[in-house]
């Protein structure tokens, strides 16, 4: 019997759990206010007060060295490497301290799971990090000798509920063709091919469908010249891309749930760019879809977003005749990262190297 506790910080919340047998036994989510994380002025200074939360809850629940197995902490922004499950490492930690490939909270998971491992005398991992890249070649050529396209993506809970599809059909994720579109903050549509994602938009500030607060493909002659007229930053450019691109520049709120009311109310604004939401992730999941020559044994729906009856109404309205439409509604991140330490002790998961 596996007890494995996982660590997911996020940008204004720290949220943890407590899996036994992949049955939660709890979960928890501290919230961290603007005030409290202002103080610090990086990321991996918030290290002490993240940790002493996840020990506070623990210690309250009777949690201590003798009841965990493994810690598995959210993979943060590394260098491009293949999805799976990943040992914490020297180096992995020097990349995630020095903010080699950027600076996000989720750093923080690896650095916080090697610590309470050391101490307890039990391994800490990682599992599919944003920034898993198996693209395929021809999925990484861009249209300029200057550029290469990049894989950042929801990498966890897509593979997650990947698994979860070929368990339940009784198959292999690796002899399956899915497309999975993940909407949340960001919006990314990955191909999943035999067990690698080789296609996927940049989801944290680059292509694909608009989402509540990024911006998606932009028309890029008009963006450029925006960027030159002098009128805007580079900083604000760039958040105008991710942050308040997307239903915050359109609508005035990153929650979707509000636009679906006002849709409801007969707003005929937000009735447009609700129907343009769908048509964006429904547009990209037929481009996978042309890339996987048509061949696809079924089309996923996850995030947040994908508890909205219209959103999966009208998804699986223009791509139903694709494949079949799934809808594994919500992030399930702790979840996804209790069932990659429970592979990684039993071995049915390949242990990586980072």
């Known amino acids: 019997m596996a007890t494995i506790l996982v660590i997911n910080p996020g940008s204004t919340s720290t949220k943890i759990g407590v899996f036994r047998d992949l049955e939660e036994v709890f979960t928890e989510t501290v919230n961290h ?14 290290y002490g007060f993240r940790e002493q939360h996840i020990r506070d809850a623990l210690r ?8 965990i197995d493994a810690v598995v902490g959210r993979g943060g922004l590394l260098r491009p ?3 799976g499950v990943y040992r914490v490492s020297s180096p992995m930690l020097e990349d995630l301290r020095a903010a080699k490939y950027g600076e996000h909270a989720s750093n923080l998971g690896a650095l916080i799971a090697d610590a309470l ?7 800490s991992f990682i599992a599919d990090p944003v920034v898993v890249d198996e693209l395929s070649d021809v999925a990484r050529v861009a249209g300029h000798a200057l550029f290469q396209r990049r894989s950042i ?9 990947c698994r979860r599809y070929a368990r339940e059909s009784g198959r292999a994720y690796e002899d399956l063709t899915l497309i999975v579109a993940h909407m949340g903050g960001g919006v990314s549509v990955g191909l999943h091919r035999r067990g690698r994602v080789t296609d996927v938009n940049q989801a944290l500030n680059g292509e ?8 998606g493909t932009l028309p890029a002659g008009d963006l450029a010249k925006l960027c030159f007229s002098g009128k805007h930053s580079e900083k604000e450019v760039l ?12 609508l005035g709120t990153n929650d979707m749930r509000e636009v679906e009311k006002a849709v409801q109310a007969g707003d005929p604004k937000a009735d447009l760019y ?13 481009s996978m879809a042309a890339a996987a020559a048509g061949k696809v044994d079924a089309i996923i729906l996850t995030g947040g977003i994908a508890h909205g009856k219209g959103i999966q109404e009208g998804i699986a309205g223009l791509c139903g005749w694709i494949a079949p439409v799934v809808v594994y509604p919500g992030e399930g991140e702790l979840e996804a990262l209790a069932l990659a330490g429970s592979r990684a002790l039993s071995g049915e998961a390949h242990i990586q190297e980072y």
């Open 81 to 83: 490497i293949p999805g």
């Open 60 to 67: 309250k629940r009777g949690f201590d060295a003798h009841g």
């Open 117 to 123: 491992g050391r101490e307890w005398g039990v391994p």
């Open 33 to 46: 206010s603007a005030e409290e994380i202002g103080r610090y002025a990086s990321i991996a200074d918030q």
């Open 239 to 250: 958040k105008m891309i991710t942050g308040q691109g997307g239903m915050v520049s359109l």
């Open 208 to 215: 694909g469908p608009f989402s509540p607060e990024r911006s």
């Open 274 to 286: 609700y129907r343009a939401f769908i048509y964006n992730v429904g547009k990209f999941i037929g």
């Open 153 to 161: 993506f929801h990498a966890l809970n897509q593979k997650a509920v």
